[in-house]
Structures are given as C-alpha cells and as structure tokens.
C-alpha cells in the first residue's frame, strides 16, 4: 500500500531563517505530488505541484520554491522566512481515479511556527 | 474561475443523527470531480467520498454519502448515525483543469461537533 511520510512534525523557527520541508512517497512510481499550505481556520492553497521529477509548476508568487530530485522526493524551501509563512503544510500524492479525476492522498503535515 | 463554496462554517449535531454538510461549486468545464475530506484535530487530511460529474449515482462510502445535484452545482455529504468522532472539519473540494495536475481547489470547510 502507499504512504506518504512527512517532517519535520513541528517547526519553530525565527524570521529570516531557511527552511526544508520534505515529502516523500511509498508504493507507487510517478505520482503527481502537491504542496499545499493552510493557515489558521482556513482552506488549504496549493503552493506547488509536480507531474515528475525536475517539473515543479508555482501556483501562488511567494518566497518559496520546490525540487523535486527524485521520483518519490518532494521538498519545499525557502531561502529566508518571513512570519507569514507561519502555517500547516501538507504535502499530497495522487492517482488517477477514473477518466476525468485523480483522488489524492495527503501526509500528516508540517506545523510552521516563525518567530 | 472554479470555485467551491461552503456556507456553514460551524454545525452541531446529535449524535446518532443524520447530519448534512453543504457544498456549491462553480465551474464551466463539463468534466469535473468532487471531493469530500475529513480534518481532525490532528491536522491529517483523511479522504472520505468522490464523485464524477458524469456518474448517473450519488456516490455513498459507508455512512458518507453525497448528495449530487448536478444542475444546482450542489455536492453535499451526508453523514449518517453520527458518532462523536465525526467531530472534525470537513472540505469540499473540485479537481480543477484538465489534463494532468489533478489539483484541487477547496471550499473554506465546516466545522461539525457531534454532541453525546
């Protein structure tokens, strides 16, 4: 069966500081994977997603970026932290459902506090 | 632009009761898919229910069940016999675009306490 594993669980770290977030995947091979990012009492926004490896396609303008260097790896970055990067992020994998649909599968995420 | 619209954001029920979750979407593609997913207090997002745009059922998975209206653009979860650990938040969401991606937009949730 597929797993998707995720961490750190937790993050505390100050403004201006980098960050690394990594995602990776189990039992399966290609999947699509998706960064996404949930603040307090809100819906999760996409940040990223990848169809494979070295594809990374950006949804929202902001100071992070994504890899993806290998089939199964996905890491989300960023060079300094800024403290509304604060929030839950969750990486996802997905299989095609059907003919018009995948069904994706998320990992348990990633609690970012910046200071 | 597609959009999913969830208008409740916190509900209350009894448990053992029925309870239904209400979820509007807004898209000009003619094949699309909906989403159902639970979040617990400990963040994990747990999917529940799908439905195709072109399936002629309401989809149902166990207690869940979706109540599709297609021409109301409505998709909303039924939950039945609730139980007290059904006290989550819960997200509507539609896969958007086409080809591939898969990705999904979601709906801002509704926050469902089950009372005892």
């Not at chain 1, 797993?3 to 201006?16: E, F, M, R």
């Not at chain 1, 932290?81 to 348990?108: H, K, M, N, T």
């Not at chain 2, 989550?88 to 949730?109: D, P, S, T």
Request: hydrophobic letters at 30%; proline letters at 4%.
């Amino acid at each position: 069966s597929q797993t998707i594993h995720q961490w750190p669980a937790t993050l505390v770290q100050p403004v201006g500081s980098p960050l690394s977030l990594e995602c990776t995947v189990e039992g399966t091979s290609n999947p699509n994977l998706y960064w996404y990012r949930q603040a307090a009492g809100r819906g999760l926004q996409l940040l990223f997603y990848s169809v494979g490896i070295g594809q990374i396609s950006s949804e929202v303008p902001q100071n992070l970026s994504a890899s993806r260097p290998q089939d199964r790896q996905f890491i989300l970055s960023s060079k300094k932290l800024l403290l509304s990067d604060s929030g839950f992020y969750l990486c996802a994998w997905s299989v095609l459902r059907d003919r018009i649909s995948y069904e994706q599968y998320f990992g348990p995420g990633t609690r970012l506090t910046v200071t | 632009a597609q959009k999913i619209t969830q208008t409740q954001p916190g509900m209350f029920v009894q448990e053992k009761e029925a309870v239904t979750l209400d979820c509007t979407y807004d898209t000009s593609d003619q094949s699309y898919g909906l989403f159902w997913y639970k979040q617990p207090s400990s963040g994990e997002m747990i999917f529940l229910i799908y439905q195709g745009s072109y399936d002629e059922q309401n989809a149902t998975e166990g207690r869940y069940s979706l109540n599709f209206q297609k021409a109301r653009k409505s998709a909303n979860l039924v939950i039945s016999a609730s139980q007290l650990g059904d006290s989550a938040m819960y997200f509507c969401a539609m896969r958007e675009g086409r080809g591939q991606g898969g990705k999904l937009i979601f709906g801002q949730g509704t926050e469902l306490s089950v009372k005892p």
